[in-house]
């Protein structure tokens, strides 16, 4: 438990630093800009992500709406052995805003996943707005950990699969009810921005669930956690990220809280249990090639109980990186801005770090994947891409890895 409040208290202290710097960054400011409130909207962030995206006004009215369709087939094969061909029509999304007044704002996001057989609401939160600096939001909302939670849409991705790490270490689309406070402002070339929500947050099923290990994305099936807090206790999400219009953007982020029911009518149950994760991300463009590379980073660390066997981990990690080449890029047919791109991605997630106790030898249950690409886009709105994924899974002894190769196509299209 030391480990765990200790890394509590240097959170807050952080938080404190990073709040007491922003505002007297802000004094720092020239007058003019003080007066005028200078809007930054148009610096885009991964924390804009939410709401860059093309949508459709209708008429006059304040609504707009957007969505976006992804299909696609799957060939895959396990240690030499075929599944066959598969279909699937894996995510219809729909958004809708409208500008309730000056300075309100709203933003919903539903998904259906695989037909109907999910359906979940992403987003649906009210935005107010004080200053470039200074906005509320409140409803549901993604928990800006990392930057592909926020940043998640088909149609931006080359790759069908998203990021081991992000939707089988961490829980992607990970959104949940709350409120907090967002900003940024820009100086030459230098853009900052900030998030900071208090949410429901994770449960028990975390280390208690159908795949015996600790597994984050278990709490994504219990849908209470957007009418109450299993622990009671606030899940805090906070990010920083920072850009340079030549270099490319850098982000820290960190999400922590109480995960368990500690507590029952006054009566103690357990220790308070706590998670703490930590990421990195980072994007950025070669403009002499126009090389896109992105990539994230993510460590977590979970208070385990003692009496749980050593396949349920305390610490966990895992990243992934894109790295995106343009090819061609020229009308083709009645495509006035189609573009070929070659891509590849490399996985890595560790459930269960560390050693056996016993033996001192090392823990498995671990994943290696590396995915080329081969992406066609008529428009920046639609993606047509093929994926040869080869992927290599050690069990939790360390056994020869489990060897699976797949070939994936599809596409994903914004409207």
């Known amino acids: 438990m030391k480990i765990f409040s200790y890394y509590e208290h240097k959170i807050i202290l952080l938080s404190l630093i990073f709040f007491v710097g922003l505002n007297l960054q802000a004094q720092k400011l020239d007058s003019p800009i003080l007066r005028t409130a200078k809007d930054t909207s148009r ?157 429901n947050g994770f449960d028990n099923s975390i280390i208690d669930n159908e795949e015996g290990k600790t597994f984050l994305l278990a709490t994504k099936d219990n849908p209470d956690r957007f009418a109450s807090n299993n622990s009671g206790n606030p899940l805090l999400t906070g990010k920083i990220a920072i850009k340079n219009r030549n270099v ?43 090389t896109y590379i992105v990539g994230e980073y993510t460590f977590i660390m979970v208070d385990v109980p003692l009496t749980y066997t050593q396949q349920y981990g305390n610490k966990q990690q895992g990243f992934f990186i894109d790295l995106v080449q343009p090819i061609i890029r020229r009308k083709i047919l009645d495509w006035e801005k189609a573009s070929l791109n070659i891509a590849a991605r490399l996985d890595y997630v560790d459930w269960n770090l560390g050693t056996f106790k016993e033996t001192n030898t090392n823990i498995g249950d671990d994943l290696w994947a590396i995915t080329p690409s081969i992406g066609f886009r008529p428009s920046s709105q639609t993606v047509f891409r093929l994926n040869y994924r080869y992927q290599w899974q050690k069990d939790i002894l360390s056994n020869p890895p489990t060897r699976t190769a797949a070939w994936l196509f599809g596409f994903s299209t914004y409207f």
């Open 43 to 199: 610096e885009k962030m991964s924390m804009d992500a939410v709401y860059n995206r093309p949508f459709l006004k209708m008429g006059n009215s304040p609504l707009a709406v957007g969505g976006y369709l992804e299909a696609n087939s799957l060939y895959t094969s396990e240690n030499g052995i075929s599944e066959g061909l598969s279909f699937e029509a894996r995510l219809f999304t729909i958004f809708m805003s409208a500008s309730i007044t000056k300075r309100i704002k709203f933003l919903s996001e539903l998904e259906f996943e695989n037909g109907t057989k999910e359906i979940a609401i992403e987003f649906a939160a009210m935005d107010v707005s004080f200053h470039p600096m200074l906005n509320f939001r409140g409803g549901v909302m993604m928990n800006p950990i990392g930057a592909f939670n926020q940043n998640h849409d088909g149609p931006i991705w080359e790759f069908v699969e998203r990021p081991t790490m992000a939707n089988q270490l961490l829980p992607a689309t990970w959104s949940n009810a709350g409120f907090g406070l967002y900003g940024k402002t820009n100086k030459g070339n230098w853009i900052i921005g900030y998030e900071a929500y208090l949410t």
């Open 248 to 290: 490319g953007e850098l982000g820290l982020s960190y999400m922590g809280g109480i995960y368990n029911n500690f507590e029952d009518g006054g009566l103690t149950l357990d220790n308070k249990r706590r998670l703490h994760v930590f990421a990195l991300d980072f994007n950025t463009t070669i403009n002499t090639m126009g």
